[in-house]
């Protein structure tokens, strides 16, 4: 036996051997290379989880302005749609106060018809002596400015006699025969019509020739 150690102790001192290492002595030498490894790995697994995160913060102020964007033209457009209604309500409100207007017109006109009526009566039955007497001037004038301010109220007298009979503007209540006129002529006028703005108030009352 100590031949044996003699010769290893001179083999180690020739170098011909290696000192036998310890096993703490080896794991010491290793765990340099081991704690790179780990190190190496540990980075590789960071940088997925790193992109993975910073995704996930993209993704994250992506969908916030979406949900803004999509939260603003929901509103725009219920903003829209009221303005839209409300013009229409707008519009439509001023249509039936044009035509309340316009048939309440209608009523009043129709009831100062007969008026005007009973003034061409009585002047039509003065003589032309009567006529120039101060009573008779002053109903001529009044009936001028009343058949004026008809005018300017777009209260028109509809032309009857050597007209075409028309069924939307004359009411024929008798048929008579004339040398003057052609069948289906207007050969008298026994009540005037009147028109207010291109819509009758009332129809003449005519007789048509045969």
Do not use: W
Not at 44 to 65: F, H, M, R, V
Not at 131 to 147: D, H, R
Not at 155 to 176: D, R, T, Y
Not at 181 to 188: D, H, R, T
């Amino acid at each position: 036996m100590e031949e044996k150690d003699l010769d290893k102790r001179n083999d180690l001192e020739n170098g011909d051997l290696e000192e036998p290492v310890s096993g703490e002595e080896a794991s010491e030498e290793e765990n340099p290379q081991q704690d790179a490894a780990l190190e190496e790995d540990a980075a590789q697994d960071a940088e997925p989880n790193e992109k993975k995160g910073k995704k996930k913060t993209l993704l994250g102020k992506e969908k916030k302005p979406n949900k803004l964007q999509e939260k603003v033209d929901e509103l725009e457009d219920r903003v829209k749609r009221q303005m839209a209604e409300f013009d229409n309500f707008r519009k439509r409100s001023e249509k039936e106060k044009a035509a309340m207007f316009e048939t309440g017109a209608k009523s009043v006109v129709e009831k100062i018809l007969p008026v005007v009526d009973n003034f061409e009566r009585g002047l039509a039955g003065l003589s032309e002596e009567e006529l120039k007497e101060p009573f008779a001037e002053g109903m001529n004038m009044v009936y001028k400015q009343l058949i004026t301010e008809l005018e300017k109220l777009e209260v028109k007298p509809i032309e009857a006699v050597g007209c075409a009979f028309n069924p939307e503007l004359h009411n024929a209540v008798m048929q008579v025969a004339s040398e003057e006129y052609e069948s289906g002529v207007i050969a008298q006028e026994l009540q005037k019509g009147y028109t207010y703005r291109d819509s009758v108030v009332r129809h003449s009352m005519v007789a048509v020739v045969e």
